[in-house]
Each structure stands twice: as structure tokens, then as C-alpha cells.
């Protein structure tokens, strides 16, 4: 009995902490490694991502950028790869109710036309560009 209370405490317990590292990253990378210079472009970029409209960074040479959002310049001491990934990818996953667009939410598309089914506002590489770049402002000047 006690045995079998011990059992399920435990697979209970592991059950939330596995769910609460889904609800807060996405491990698995959306496509091949990215590459840091390309992500820094798509970040300042007006035609693709834009992030700068929203966030600060550090050092970036681009004029007007917003402070909606959290500065990022040391986001990568702060979340780690996987975190960063969830956010781009759906931040609200994270915060149900931010003003942050999902760059790469392909479920709830039920009512979507078919034109447009998987389509996303970023291709997976360029979601992968962004989160090589972001990983390593750790605040440090460059
Ligand atoms: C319309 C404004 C807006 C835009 C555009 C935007 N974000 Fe955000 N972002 C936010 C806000 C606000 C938050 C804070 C979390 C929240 O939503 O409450 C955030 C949070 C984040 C975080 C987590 C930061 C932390 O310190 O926890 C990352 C990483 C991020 N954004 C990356 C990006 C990237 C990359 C882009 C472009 C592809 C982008 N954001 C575009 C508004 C924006």
C-alpha cells in the first residue's frame, strides 16, 4: 500500500515537472543549427521579423528600437535555447495574453484556407537563425 502511494506520488510529481518544462521551452530545434549573423538581420529586419519594433538590444545599430517588450541584450544568460525557441515560436504558450505575435504557431489553424495552411509568419531556419543570435547576448559588450 504504502508502496503503491510512493509509486504514484511519484509519477505524479515527475508528470508536472515534465509539464511545466514543456509549457516553458521548446527543446526540439525546428530545423538545422542556425546561423548567428542571419538572425541578427531577420531581428532588425522591417521586412521579416522586425523584432526591434518591440525590443532593445545593445550595440545593434538600428535606429528607433522599441521598449514594449523586455530589452534583450542578455537574454541568453537569461533563458536558455529551448525558452528562447517557445517564445519566437509561441510566446503565449508563456503569457496568454501578450501583444508579442507567434512567429511559428502551426496548431489552431483549423479555420485557415487551404492556401494558407502551415503557413507561418517565420520559416522554421529563420526561427532557428533568431534563436542562434539571441543565445548569445549574454550582456557582455561585443
Ligand atoms: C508587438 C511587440 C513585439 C514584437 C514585434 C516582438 N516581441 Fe518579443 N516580446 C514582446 C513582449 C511584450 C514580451 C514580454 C513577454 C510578454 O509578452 O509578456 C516579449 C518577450 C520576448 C522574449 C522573452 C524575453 C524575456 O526577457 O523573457 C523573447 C526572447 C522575444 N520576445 C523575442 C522576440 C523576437 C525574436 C521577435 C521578432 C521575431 C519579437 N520578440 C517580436 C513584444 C514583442
Known amino acids: ?20 518544462q514543456e509549457a516553458d521551452a521548446m ?12 538572425g541578427r538581420a531577420i531581428f532588425s529586419d522591417r521586412e521579416s521579423g ?18 514594449l517588450g523586455p530589452a ?13 525557441r517557445l517564445r519566437i515560436v509561441d510566446n503565449t504558450k508563456v503569457n496568454p495574453g501578450t501583444v508579442m505575435p507567434s512567429y511559428y504557431r502551426t496548431t489552431d489553424l483549423h479555420q485557415v484556407g487551404r ?12 526561427v532557428e537563425h533568431l534563436v542562434a543570435w539571441l543565445s548569445q547576448l549574454t550582456g557582455r559588450k561585443e
Open 27 to 38: 527543446t526540439m530545434p525546428l530545423a538545422a543549427a542556425g546561423d548567428p549573423a542571419i
Open 115 to 126: 492556401a494558407y495552411q502551415g503557413e507561418t509568419v517565420l520559416s522554421a531556419a529563420e
Open 72 to 84: 534583450l541584450s542578455d537574454v541568453g544568460a537569461r533563458l536558455t535555447e529551448a525558452q528562447i
Open 1 to 20: 500500500m504504502t508502496r503503491a502511494v510512493l509509486a504514484c506520488f511519484f509519477l505524479c510529481t515527475w508528470n508536472l515537472v515534465t509539464e511545466a
Open 50 to 67: 522586425h523584432c526591434v519594433l518591440c525590443h532593445q538590444v545593445d550595440g545593434l545599430e538600428v535606429p528607433f528600437q522599441g521598449n
